[in-house]
């Protein structure tokens, strides 16, 4: 029986989740990408990694020079103190430093081939990164000659206790795939620029020969000090079994409307004109979750944390016999998005965050309009949003999402369409009586249950939101009170 490959950490826990584990060792694993997407960042890393736990590390660099990647590592807060760095530059014939090999513009690729598996094997390194793999290709008479001696040099790598990083521009014309071809593993990066914000990068495992990975992009930040990988979420490979908590808005009039209480694990949308209430309905919520002892995790794209927690603070001290048995600074985790700055895969990761580590039980999304121009690249809304629906309902967490819109709902464009994969619907809007603007509220779906069909006016008070009588006035012309929910 042949044992489990032995699996070497990056230094990014959530890449070696991806990875199942890690790299593999004594395998020569490629990263490829544009200037930019990271390459260089991620080869240090690996390197820190390594030095910090005693072993050995080399860094074999072919384009930049020593003081150029001490720069770079000082940039993130990084110290390359413990890794070995050697240049393979090309220099000028009358050039000499005790620290720089040599490289002649007419020397055969095998010849430097040769070169590099050598200063490997003295080192006697189990970390190596070489950069970049762009100069080794321009010394190849073509991609086939190319190959076979990528190939040559992986084999004679195998003999060594190493695990080596090749890292690629991918700055040639034609490309051929003959270094993904010849090598173990191969993860990609990218690097996508807005119209507006914070470029956007991504990686994902193309390969991992021998090895098990998580397949599809996954979203990473390069930030001070460290590298942040956010892997796509698979809601099936979560669960949560612990007691179940139905939430109450505690505001009679709109538990009866809603047949009750929101069910565990439920996802609710809250949707209406700005303005109108939605927000202030979505706080009832978490007001009444917060008094019952349960964490809220509230993110918003729109208000100031400021506004919001002063809100919520309000809401606690007018008309709560209770409040003073909930701590609303400890339950209820507030955080401001900034949607120019964050990719939809760290929002994602940051759910899961106060989900998994905080143990919430009710996730505010408020509003989902913002987020739109997080995804909108992607046009994967309804595909993003079940996915994380299905992670919420696994790990029993109740879901609102509040929505924007003007118009009559129309499932046919966003955020309209995510009312679809929603269990239930909750409308909201304004209305004209005697030359006066009045606001209304209904529910237009319940799946887990009965709900009341009636459309009943709606007031925003210091103590939160009462629910009045239905609306419908005698005499009233017609088209003037139109709902249009």
């Known amino acids: ?16 989740a991806v990875l199942r584990g890690g790299l593999i060792h004594q395998r020569v694993h490629l990263i490829e990408g544009r200037p930019g997407t990271g390459k260089t960042t991620l080869g240090l890393r690996f390197l820190i990694e390594g030095a910090a736990v005693g072993e050995n590390c080399l860094y074999l660099t072919l384009s930049e020079s020593e003081g150029e990647l001490r720069a770079t590592a000082a940039s993130h807060g990084w110290s390359l103190d413990g890794i070995g760095i050697e240049e393979m530059m090309p220099l000028s ?45 321009l010394l190849a008479r073509d991609s086939a000659h190319y190959r076979r001696q990528i190939i040559d040099l992986r084999q004679r790598l195998a003999m060594l206790d190493a695990t080596v990083i090749l890292l690629d521009d991918l700055t040639g014309d034609g490309r051929e795939y003959e270094l993904q071809s010849a090598v173990h593993g191969v ?22 020969r021998g090895g098990d990975f998580q397949s599809g992009w996954h979203d990473f930040a390069i930030k001070s000090r460290e590298i942040l990988v956010y892997p796509s979420l ?88 209770n ?75 109740t879901s609102i999402i509040v929505g924007a819109h003007s118009m009559r709902l129309d499932t046919s464009k966003e955020p309209d369409a995510l009312s679809l994969i929603t269990d239930n619907i909750i409308s909201l809007r304004y209305y004209e009586h005697e030359n006066v603007v009045h606001k209304a509220i209904c529910v237009l779906k319940k799946r887990h249950g009965r709900h009341q069909h009636d459309v009943r006016a709606l007031h925003l008070t210091d103590d939160g939101i009462e629910i009045g009588e239905r609306v419908g006035v005698p005499g009233l012309q017609p088209g003037a009170s139109s709902l249009e929910f």
Not at 187 to 199: K, S, V, Y
Not at 368 to 397: G, P, W
Request: with cysteine; proline share 2%; charged share 25%.
């Open 1 to 16: 029986m042949i044992g489990a490959v032995e699996r070497i950490v990056t230094g990014i826990p959530e890449l070696d």
């Open 93 to 137: 014939s009358n050039t000499t430093s005790s620290q720089t090999i040599l490289l002649p513009t007419n020397t055969e690729l095998s010849a430097l081939v040769n070169l590099l598996a050598d200063r490997i094997a003295a080192s006697g390194a189990r970390r190596v990164v070489i950069d970049s793999m762009v100069e080794v290709r």
């Open 187 to 208: 993860i990609t990066l990218e690097q996508l620029e807005r119209n507006f914000g914070a470029a956007r990068r991504r990686l994902r495992v193309v390969k991992l």
């Open 234 to 321: 698979i809601a099936e490979e979560h669960h949560r079994d612990d007691r179940a908590l139905d939430i109450l808005s505690n505001v009679d009039n709109l538990d009866r409307m809603m047949g009750g209480s929101l069910a565990t694990g439920s996802s609710t949308m809250v949707l209406g004109p700005s303005g109108v209430g939605k927000s202030t309905v979505a706080l009832q919520y978490a007001l009444s979750a917060v008094q019952s002892g349960c964490h809220v995790g509230y993110f918003t794209f729109d208000e100031s944390e400021t506004i919001l927690r002063s809100r919520m603070l309000e809401h606690m001290r007018h008309g709560n016999d």
């Open 323 to 397: 409040a003073n048995d909930a701590d609303p600074e400890r339950l209820f985790h507030l955080r401001r998005v900034n949607p120019s700055r964050i990719s939809p895969g760290e929002f994602i990761w940051t759910v899961r965050r106060v989900v998994e580590d905080r143990g919430a039980c009710l996730i505010i999304i408020d509003c989902i309009n913002a987020y739109l121009d997080v995804i909108r690249e992607e046009k994967s809304l309804l595909l993003q949003m079940n996915e994380l629906f299905s992670y919420l309902s696994n790990m029993n967490v």
